[in-house]
Protein backbone atom coordinates (compact mmCIF):
# COMPACT_ATOMS: atom_id res chain seq x y z
CA UNK A 1 0.00 0.00 0.00
CA UNK A 2 1.42 3.73 -0.93
CA UNK A 3 2.33 5.99 2.03
CA UNK A 4 1.63 9.33 1.40
CA UNK A 5 3.37 12.38 3.56
CA UNK A 6 2.05 15.95 3.25
CA UNK A 7 4.66 19.17 3.52
CA UNK A 8 4.75 22.65 2.98
CA UNK A 9 1.68 23.82 5.14
CA UNK A 10 2.13 26.98 7.03
CA UNK A 11 1.02 30.68 7.87
CA UNK A 12 0.97 33.23 4.80
CA UNK A 13 -1.01 36.54 4.52
CA UNK A 14 -3.53 36.65 2.02
CA UNK A 15 -2.07 37.13 -1.34
CA UNK A 16 0.96 35.08 -0.62
CA UNK A 17 2.23 31.49 -2.17
CA UNK A 18 2.74 28.33 -0.81
CA UNK A 19 3.83 25.09 -2.19
CA UNK A 20 2.66 21.84 -0.77
CA UNK A 21 4.33 18.28 -1.20
CA UNK A 22 3.22 14.99 -0.96
CA UNK A 23 6.06 12.46 -0.73
CA UNK A 24 4.84 9.10 -1.91
CA UNK A 25 6.22 5.51 -0.77
CA UNK A 26 5.46 2.06 -0.62
CA UNK A 27 3.57 0.09 -3.28
CA UNK A 28 2.36 2.61 -5.90
CA UNK A 29 1.74 0.26 -8.97
CA UNK A 30 -1.96 0.57 -7.82
CA UNK A 31 -1.93 3.90 -7.59
CA UNK A 32 -3.70 6.37 -10.43
CA UNK A 33 -4.66 9.30 -9.76
CA UNK A 34 -3.31 11.64 -6.38
CA UNK A 35 -5.44 14.41 -5.50
CA UNK A 36 -5.62 17.41 -2.93
CA UNK A 37 -8.18 17.90 -0.45
CA UNK A 38 -8.84 20.06 1.99
CA UNK A 39 -10.47 20.57 5.21
CA UNK A 40 -11.82 24.06 6.95
CA UNK A 41 -13.36 23.42 10.89
CA UNK A 42 -16.74 22.62 10.79
CA UNK A 43 -16.47 22.14 7.22
CA UNK A 44 -16.69 18.89 5.02
CA UNK A 45 -13.74 17.56 3.18
CA UNK A 46 -13.56 19.01 -0.51
CA UNK A 47 -11.46 18.04 -3.48
CA UNK A 48 -8.59 20.58 -4.86
CA UNK A 49 -6.85 18.97 -7.72
CA UNK A 50 -5.86 15.64 -8.77
CA UNK A 51 -3.08 14.27 -11.05
CA UNK A 52 -3.17 10.98 -13.34
CA UNK A 53 -0.48 8.96 -12.14
CA UNK A 54 1.24 7.70 -15.12
CA UNK A 55 0.08 10.28 -17.96
CA UNK A 56 0.69 13.69 -15.60
CA UNK A 57 -3.20 14.93 -16.81
CA UNK A 58 -4.34 17.43 -14.16
CA UNK A 59 -8.11 18.24 -13.10
CA UNK A 60 -9.13 21.05 -10.78
CA UNK A 61 -12.09 22.33 -8.84
CA UNK A 62 -13.75 24.94 -10.36
CA UNK A 63 -13.76 27.36 -7.49
CA UNK A 64 -9.65 27.37 -7.60
CA UNK A 65 -10.18 29.35 -10.86
CA UNK A 66 -6.53 28.66 -11.69
CA UNK A 67 -5.05 30.07 -8.55
CA UNK A 68 -3.21 26.23 -7.53
CA UNK A 69 -1.40 24.48 -9.75
CA UNK A 70 -0.76 19.62 -9.18
CA UNK A 71 2.31 18.55 -10.53
CA UNK A 72 4.58 15.78 -10.10
CA UNK A 73 8.23 15.25 -10.44
CA UNK A 74 9.80 13.05 -13.31
CA UNK A 75 10.47 10.29 -11.21
CA UNK A 76 7.11 10.19 -10.06
CA UNK A 77 7.86 10.21 -6.21
CA UNK A 78 6.38 13.35 -5.01
CA UNK A 79 3.51 15.49 -5.93
CA UNK A 80 3.43 19.22 -5.27
CA UNK A 81 0.61 21.66 -5.13
CA UNK A 82 1.17 25.03 -5.85
CA UNK A 83 -0.70 27.46 -4.64
CA UNK A 84 -0.71 31.35 -5.18
CA UNK A 85 -2.91 34.24 -4.67
CA UNK A 86 -4.07 32.86 -1.25
CA UNK A 87 -7.58 33.93 0.77
CA UNK A 88 -8.68 33.86 4.14
CA UNK A 89 -11.11 31.10 2.69
CA UNK A 90 -8.02 28.99 1.56
CA UNK A 91 -7.34 28.50 5.37
CA UNK A 92 -7.74 24.61 5.76
CA UNK A 93 -5.57 21.55 6.68
CA UNK A 94 -4.48 20.27 3.06
CA UNK A 95 -4.24 16.55 2.49
CA UNK A 96 -3.37 14.51 -0.36
CA UNK A 97 -4.66 10.77 -1.12
CA UNK A 98 -4.08 8.36 -3.44
CA UNK A 99 -6.77 6.39 -5.58
CA UNK A 100 -7.27 3.59 -7.48
CA UNK A 101 -9.88 4.06 -9.67
CA UNK A 102 -9.62 5.00 -13.26
CA UNK A 103 -11.96 8.22 -14.11
CA UNK A 104 -11.32 11.40 -12.68
CA UNK A 105 -12.39 10.79 -9.07
CA UNK A 106 -13.27 14.23 -7.14
CA UNK A 107 -14.99 12.68 -3.92
CA UNK A 108 -13.07 11.54 -0.59
CA UNK A 109 -14.88 8.21 -1.17
CA UNK A 110 -12.92 7.55 -4.17
CA UNK A 111 -9.84 7.54 -2.40
CA UNK A 112 -7.89 4.74 -0.81
CA UNK A 113 -4.89 6.07 0.86
CA UNK A 114 -4.83 9.86 2.92
CA UNK A 115 -1.89 11.73 4.42
CA UNK A 116 -1.91 13.21 7.96
CA UNK A 117 -2.74 16.56 6.61
CA UNK A 118 -0.78 19.94 6.57
CA UNK A 119 -2.01 23.25 8.25
CA UNK A 120 -2.63 26.05 5.73
CA UNK A 121 -3.70 29.54 7.24
CA UNK A 122 -3.58 32.53 5.54
CA UNK A 123 -4.16 35.71 7.50
CA UNK A 124 -5.66 38.78 6.33
Known amino acids: QVQLVESGGGLVQAGGSLRLSCATS????????IGWFRQAPGKEREFVAA????????YYADFLKGRFTISRDNAKTTVYLQMNSLKPEDTAVYYCAASSVRYAASAPHDYQTWGQGTQVTVSS
Open 26 to 33: GRTMSTNI
Open 51 to 58: IVWNSGGE
